[in-house]
Nanobody
Framework: QVQLVESGGGSVQSGGSLRLSCAASGYNYGRMAWFRQAPGAEREGVAAIDSGGSTTYANSVKGRFTISQDNAKNTLYLQMNSLKPEDTAMYYC?????????????????????WGQGTQVTVSS
């Protein structure tokens, strides 16, 4: 059974930094991503990483966010720098089932099977 548990959210001022973590159990295939959802908005892909370490970012976070994974610890990270008020959202960790193909849109929520409960990030101006 796959379980994803996020941590590291909080409240920061604009320009600040946070690092989110996602501890995965029952999953070690490395096809993971971070999504976020603001109130009244769709859940959107923020950053993704595949089993080979290749990364994909949404245009809105390129140059500010960095996704990484520690395979030994089965943990996914999202380093968020230069945070803006528009980054305020619930952030979710997601993982793609190993049985699904290796070629997919890495920032599309329908391509992920497992989800964490989310961690709140609030950025004040």
């Amino acid at each position: 059974q796959v379980q994803l548990v996020e941590s590291g959210g909080g409240s920061v001022q604009s320009g600040g930094s946070l690092r989110l973590s996602c501890a995965a159990s029952g999953y070690n295939y490395g096809r993971m991503a971070w999504f976020r959802q603001a109130p009244g908005a769709e859940r959107e892909g923020v950053a993704a990483i595949d089993s080979g370490g290749s990364t994909t970012y949404a245009n809105s976070v390129k140059g500010r966010f960095t996704i990484s994974q520690d395979n030994a610890k089965n943990t996914l990270y999202l380093q968020m720098n230069s945070l803006k008020p528009e980054d305020t959202a619930m952030y979710y960790c997601a993982a793609r089932a190993a049985s699904r193909g290796a070629y997919y849109n890495r920032l599309a929520r329908t391509n992920y099977n497992y989800w964490g409960q989310g961690t709140q990030v609030t950025v004040s101006s």
